[in-house]
């Protein structure tokens, strides 16, 4: 094998054996075990519309009990749409999947979605059998609907396995129906005490009703019987206490029993209240591995968590994972009931008062870049001033664009500080990330890189990838909840890099190897160059598709070849057909190994990297693909973000790029200053072009890298502006030495 290609090589199984290394190291969840011997009776109490904000132990005694004795989180209930409606719940856990209801056929407007009751026929004789009415609806709408949702699977699952179980109320038939709409044993409410006293049954699962919030109502035409009661929102959550009270006070003893809120209360979708108590749920906190967030489980995890105390195997097809604890016996949680009521109400409330300010935020951010690139132009491309007050203008415009570089991640950071606790949340955060940006941009130009041409450059993208790296190897804390971060009751990805993460991740790597490969180049030190180059890409990607930390798949595709890329340019290899294919072939090699690991760990355990593997087996890959697909184009048609993408580039092509009327543009005076600037751009534009292509929401990638990239960039070429203008200026004349010499009119001393 000639040696360049044999180079390419030996890069890219490096980079394998490091991600490989890492793809069994993921978090390993605590179990709370089914005790050995005859399981245990199960008990799942389903509601809808509770959250933690309503309990108090005056106005509903039964569900704060279960913050004093139980494991006690939040549940994140997205399902089709934003708001879900408390059958979208019962049907999350018949299908472990997102489900719903169909649309209302008689709205006008086709996006509005009455909530409406399930309908039960039969079980008149005590826990005789019944058919859902409305099951068709439901079967008619996963069908058409893109998550692969088979409403009927609990069911189907349980008969298999020859489990017995109870359904008590309408809600709790749709989640033990099989997939014909029929369940073997079912009761109504009033035949609760029967059905929880049959010994033979280890199953148990009840609707208690819905709170469905009078002040907060869907859009559309009113919604007749699925409201536990008439009246206030408190009085539904008293009724639905009650009736907790009722079904605790007869379960027996030692069975392990789930509180748990399925469902919104109204249009505004909130995380909802969930409780374990039992054999394996003392008191502390809920965990999921499905989320990774202490305190934070989905509805799409109770499928899972009831096969698991029921001992039976699990379908592959589930996408959660057993809802397990952080217990106070373990130190995992605090002592003390009021902390842990303290943490799961901070999970709502952050939620909800980022989710208000992502859209202004993201509008903001869009119409600052625009004018930043409209200030840049004015400045580049026009005289206003020369000499030392041209010279100023363009320092203000180079530190301009490093405070705006320095906003992405300062939104992060600004999660160290629990903002959303104050009276004014939107005037906390914008203080706290103006106070990060400040400390940033200081250390970005106060360092010892300052008077490099790529040295506040390099500063201000390494801090950024380095953040986001402590953050998704620490438990994802700081996107959680942050306003270009992880968002719970989307509930589309909980730790790891989300795509607008990656974005600034990736991007912050990239740029961050270039300024070092540039100070090594330009000390003539290629090779050393070219190793770094190759060691921050290894690390940035192992890091990026590690299934215990970033969790990515479509990143490491635009990684991989960007930095092998790169780092043969460094050494000045020229890229060949050959080379591409070699490097394209080992990037999917690469994934494929790290995939397959993560499959081959239990189910409880797997990443979406796995189990993207099990639906390629069971043939459902198109399916992802497609709405993968679908979500990119409505987000390339739909976004604000998409507006960036043409404007910075017509900004780079028209501005940096063109010829000023002195001389070459800025960027390439830039260039000319930097042997690596310009490849490392070009590598910079795969990185973002791949990671566009292959990534559902895609569009987000370049859009967000640009808010990183292009301040950098234009502090860069301005950087090579101002001292081009430096060294053009004359020096300043020296002042005429004072003679000692007398002169004739002087008088002498």
Same mark, same amino acid.
């Given at each position: ?32 075990a089914a005790p050995s011997g005859p399981v ?13 904000? &309503? +309990?108090? *132990?005056? @106005?509903?005694?039964?569900? !704060?009990?279960? #913050?004093?004795?139980?494991?006690? %989180?939040? /549940? ?74 088979t409403p009927g699977l609990l069911g189907d699952?349980?008969?298999?396995? &020859? +489990?017995? *179980?109870? @359904?008590?109320?309408?809600? !709790?038939?749709? #989640?033990?129906?099989?997939?014909? %709409?029929? /369940? ?90 969930? @409780? ?184 201000v993208a390494g801090l950024t990838s380095l ?283």
């Amino acid at each position: 094998m000639p040696i360049r290609p044999r180079l390419v090589a030996v890069l890219l199984g490096i980079s394998a054996l490091g991600l490989s290394a890492t793809a069994t190291a993921a978090v390993a969840p605590s179990a709370a075990a089914a005790p050995s011997g005859p399981v245990a009776p199960v008990v799942l109490i389903g509601t809808g519309g509770v959250q933690w904000s &309503d +309990v108090s *132990a005056q @106005a509903t005694p039964n569900l !704060a009990r279960l #913050a004093q004795v139980g494991s006690i %989180g939040d /549940v994140t209930v997205r399902s089709v749409k934003p708001a879900a409606c408390p059958v979208d719940g019962w049907l999350a856990v018949s299908s472990g999947r997102r489900a719903a209801d169909e649309r209302d056929p008689k709205a006008k407007d086709p996006a509005v979605r009455v909530c409406r009751p399930v309908e039960v026929s039969g079980g008149v004789a005590p826990l005789g059998s019944a058919t859902v009415t409305t099951w068709p609806r439901y079967v008619t709408e996963a069908d058409g609907e893109k998550f692969d949702a088979t409403p009927g699977l609990l069911g189907d699952t349980l008969a298999t396995a &020859d +489990v017995c *179980a109870t @359904a008590v109320g309408p809600g !709790a038939a749709a #989640a033990l129906a099989r997939r014909d %709409g029929t /369940v073997a044993r079912y009761s109504p409410l009033t035949g609760l005490g029967g059905a929880l006293s049959s010994s033979d049954c280890p199953l148990t699962v009840v609707d208690v009703g819905a709170v469905r919030d009078p002040g907060d109502p869907l859009p559309g035409p009113a919604e007749q019987g699925v409201a536990i009661t008439d009246g206030s929102r408190a009085e539904q959550v008293k009724a639905v206490d009650d009736a907790v009270g009722q079904v605790l006070a007869a379960v027996p003893d030692g069975a392990r029993v789930l509180v748990l809120s399925l469902a919104d209360a109204g249009a505004t979708p909130h995380l909802q209240l969930g @409780a374990a108590t039992g054999p394996g749920y003392g008191p502390g906190w809920l965990w999921t591995s499905s989320t990774r967030q202490v305190a934070l489980v989905q509805a799409t995890d109770v499928t899972p968590t009831l096969l698991h105390l029921l001992d039976v195997p699990e379908p592959n097809t589930l996408v959660g994972s057993p809802i397990t604890n952080r217990s106070v016996a373990s130190g995992q949680a605090p002592a003390s009931a009021a902390d842990r009521l303290e943490k799961v109400s901070d999970l709502d409330q952050a939620a909800q008062r980022v989710q208000k300010l992502v859209a202004p935020f993201f509008n903001g951010l869009v119409i600052a870049q625009l004018l930043l690139y409209g200030g840049a132009a004015i400045v580049l491309r026009h005289r206003w001033a020369s000499g030392s007050k041209r010279r100023r203008l363009l320092t203000l415009v180079r530190r301009t664009a490093l405070v705006f570089a320095c906003v992405p991640v300062s939104t992060y950071l600004a999660n160290t500080v629990p903002w959303w606790r104050y009276q004014h949340a939107l005037l906390m955060v914008v203080l706290v990330v103006a106070a990060y940006v400040t400390a940033l941009t200081l250390v970005a130009q106060l360092g010892p890189w300052r008077r490099r041409l790529l040295g506040p450059f390099g500063a201000v993208a390494g801090l950024t990838s380095l953040v986001l790296a402590a953050d998704i190897v620490t438990g994802s804390r700081l996107q959680t909840s942050s306003l270009m971060g992880l968002q719970p009751v989307v509930a589309g990805r909980f730790y790891g890099f989300s795509n607008v993460a990656f974005a600034l991740f990736g991007t912050g790597a990239m740029l961050f190897a270039i300024a070092v490969a540039d100070h090594f180049v330009q000390s003539g030190r290629r090779k050393v160059a070219a190793a770094a180059v190759a060691l921050i890409g290894v690390i940035a990607t192992a890091l990026d598709v590690s299934p215990a930390w970033g969790s990515d798949f479509g990143g490491p595709l635009g990684m991989v070849p960007a930095f092998a890329v790169l780092t043969l340019l460094v050494l000045g290899i020229r890229l060949t057909w050959r080379k591409v294919i070699l490097i394209g072939v080992g990037t999917v090699a690469m994934l494929t190994v790290v995939s397959v690991l993560d499959w081959l760990r239990p189910t409880d355990s797997q990443t979406h990297l796995g189990r993207f593997v099990q639906t390629v087996i069971d043939g459902g890959a198109w399916q992802v693909i497609s709405r993968k697909g679908e979500q990119n184009l409505s987000i390339l048609f739909g976004s604000v973000l998409s507006i960036l993408v043409p404007f910075a580039a017509l900004f780079v092509v028209l501005v940096l790029m063109r010829p000023s009327s002195v001389g070459a543009g800025a960027l390439q005076r830039a260039y000319d200053r930097s042997p690596t600037l310009r490849q490392g751009l070009g590598c910079l534009l795969l990185l973002l072009g791949i990671g566009f292509a292959v990534n559902d929401s895609g569009t987000a990638i370049p859009a967000v890298g640009f808010t990183l990239a292009i301040p950098l960039i234009i502090a860069a070429s301005v950087q090579a502006l101002e001292d081009d203008e430096r060294r053009a200026s004359p020096a300043p004349a020296a002042a005429p030495a004072r003679s000692t010499e007398p002169s004739p009119g002087d008088s002498p001393a």
